[in-house]
């Protein structure tokens, strides 16, 4: 049997599919944009009902007894609170029955119920590990905090934020040189992030974030790197002297840091010759979670091939030109995946192929979600040739996905430019209704082997959301397609 119990116990693993499908186009950019936690004064807010209120105030520590800062403080009166660097907190409250909450990414933490007749002190809670990111502005986002840009030539090199080259609207890190705006002199940069404390109930954590690097010569001795510190020791997790056609995920496991005191690093190093590098990086995640994760993905593996939904859990809205198919073509583990796209030997066509899964759970009495899944992309319109496909001879023919009859995808509009095929994710509430763009790419641009993916959906718990893979093809320079493979969306206790 298939199954990613290695990854449940990352908890890793998020994402859905949908019901009546809307257009798969880039949504407008304000409605992608996501709100993360950062860390803030003490902040009050009376609650809204009349009568006399008085202050409770307290701290949210974890396990080890490490202040937990920008943890979201409310009561059931919409009284709001969020702790500072030392894990503390104060909020005005009415007189009488009442309950404290409190949520931070990747913590559980247990209400409190409280009778406020007078002002109340020491009213404290633990934070223990669920499961999601810890990381303080994670999308770069200009004057949202969490990060120091450091360098050795100010008057030359300057690292920081850039809005014009993001991942996640509206900005990234730059560390290296600013094409056209520093020097190209002999340097070093850094970005880091301030201090987080790792707990010791993590079972699993890891970093996992998207970098995008250019090296103008080859040769020099440029370098990008990734590091863990702590105290005055330097943990290179990454080490690179070539650069990226785009956007590349990279992760790793960070297990060894539990119950220890980390910083994220980004680094590049110029020699000062003739050519120059920079690195910019975005969607940066420290993921800390337990064992007490259960997968919401049905046929995650895509192992069965039932023409029941209820079984395979796939669908996908027909018509299409090019459905999506169970194929023993390609595989990351076991003998299947799923195909969306056109196979390098099929017919060119201008096609979108889509499959989702609907009526996905995400409880809001767990404290996080994690998706992960592997995606190969083959395509005869770009610079690498496809890798061979296993021959189908022992393993059978394609299969088809089931199909429920709706409003089909409408096309994109044709470009002068070639090669624009697509492959995009999407996820959706169980109403059809637009939630977030998980990825948007050129074919042109995957690597021609099998990528793991990770995103995090904890700021959809409480909802029932659906998942959609698509590709488009534009019918111009060759088929493309993607396999995706070991989807998983582990919620976590």
Known sequence: MKRFFGLLIICSLLLSGFGVMADPLPP???ENLVTHPVYLPL???SGGGSGATFTVSGAVKDVDQYPVANV???DVHGAVAVTDIQGKYSINVEAGANTLTAARSGYDIAPVNLNVNSNLAAVNFTAQVGCGSIVVNETLNVGMGGWDFLTDQPDHVIPGTDTLVFRSPSSSGRVGINPGVDDNVASTTRARSQVYHIPSDADAVFLGLWVTQTLTVAGEFDRFYIDILEGNTINNVYYSSVSTVAWTYVEFP???FRNKDIKIQIR????GGSGYATMYFDDVMLIICNTHCEDQIVNGGFESQS???????WLYIGPQLAPPMYTAAFFHTGLWSM??????????????TEVFQRNIDLPSSHSGAMLTFWLLTTRTDGIVPPIEPR???DFGSDREVPFITGRSSSPLALTATPEEDWWYVYVYDDDGNYLDRLMWEKTIDSKNTWLRYRFDLSDFMGQKIQLLFGTYNDGRGGPSAVYVDDVVLGTCD
């Open 391 to 393: 021959p189908p001879a």
């Open 28 to 30: 407008p950019e304000s």
């Open 254 to 256: 960070l297990d060894n």
């Open 268 to 271: 590049v190093m110029n020699s």
């Open 339 to 352: 195909r969306v796209g056109i196979p390098t030997a099929g017919t060119d066509m201008e096609a979108f």
């Open 43 to 45: 902040l009050r807010r």
């Open 307 to 313: 023409p029941n939904p209820a079984i395979s859990g």
């Open 72 to 74: 979201i403080i409310t």
